[in-house]
T-cell receptor, first 115, second 115 residues
Framework: NAGVMQNPRHLVRRRGQEARLRCSPM?????VYWYRQLPEEGLKFMVY????????ESGMPKERFSAEFPKEGPSILRIQQVVRGDSAAYFC?????????????FGNGTRLTVT | SQKIEQNSEALNIQEGKTATLTCNYT??????LQWYRQDPGRGPVFLLL?????KEKRKERLKVTFDTTLKQSLFHITASQPADSATYLC??????????????FGSGTQLTVLP
């Protein structure tokens, strides 16, 4: 009964490269959320997706960041032309489609380091 | 602007005592509030949820209160153990249905239980 799986756990990119972060939700969960956590700061909401739909992307930077959750396969958070300020832990969470107050199940994150 | 504040960056208590963590919020009308535990290098793990019309919720050694007048939630761990040492996060969801799935997290309180 696997939980939320994120990979890679650690990702190092040079400035200007692209970063792709993957998230496989828990079995039976069709809602995916991405959060970013900077050192000494709280989790900041980025985007909420259902299969093939972006429901709320109010926390996503307008440029360079995109997210998808295709019909088949994991959710992808893509960061183009990374800069040092993108270095952070990126957490994915999933929840079932039942009620709106379902708790979130988090993965263990991808730690992105931009050199 | 909307704000969530958790008490003191770090809290140290002696084993066996009750730990009390505070979550205060301003400019919010949360539909419900959740508490999570986060260990170093791991994703947050859901602990308890309390709705706006509930005053108190308990689960084993954990107790959460929710005072919408004071705009405050208290999180108690009774008979604390060194294994309870972690960062505890509170999270609020707004009442409007369109954004009810967007949880906003506090920056967390780091609890250390000393043997």
């Amino acid at each position: 009964n696997a939980g939320v799986m994120q990979n890679p756990r650690h990702l190092v990119r040079r400035r200007g490269q692209e970063a792709r972060l993957r998230c496989s939700p828990m079995k039976g969960h069709s809602h995916v959320y991405w959060y970013r956590q900077l050192p000494e700061e709280g989790l900041k909401f980025m985007v909420y997706l259902q299969k093939e739909n972006i429901i709320d992307e109010s926390g996503m930077p307008k440029e360079r960041f995109s997210a998808e959750f295709p019909k088949e396969g994991p959710s992808i958070l893509r960061i183009q032309q990374v800069v040092r300020g993108d270095s952070a832990a990126y957490f994915c969470a999933s929840s079932p489609p039942a009620t709106s107050n379902s708790p979130l199940h988090f993965g263990n994150g991808t730690r992105l380091t931009v050199t | 602007s909307q704000k969530i504040e958790q008490n003191s960056e770090a809290l140290n208590i002696q084993e066996g005592k009750t730990a009390t963590l505070t979550c205060n919020y301003t400019n919010y009308s949360p539909a419900y509030l959740q508490w999570y535990r986060q260990d170093p290098g791991r994703g947050p793990v859901f602990l308890l949820l309390i709705r706006e019309n509930e005053k108190e919720k308990r689960k084993e050694r954990l107790k959460v209160t929710f005072d919408t007048t004071l705009k405050q939630s208290l999180f108690h761990i009774t008979a604390s153990q060194p294994a309870d040492s972690a960062t505890y996060l509170c999270a609020l969801a707004r009442a409007s249905s369109g954004s009810a799935r967007q949880l906003t997290f506090g920056s967390g309180t780091q609890l250390t239980v000393l043997p």
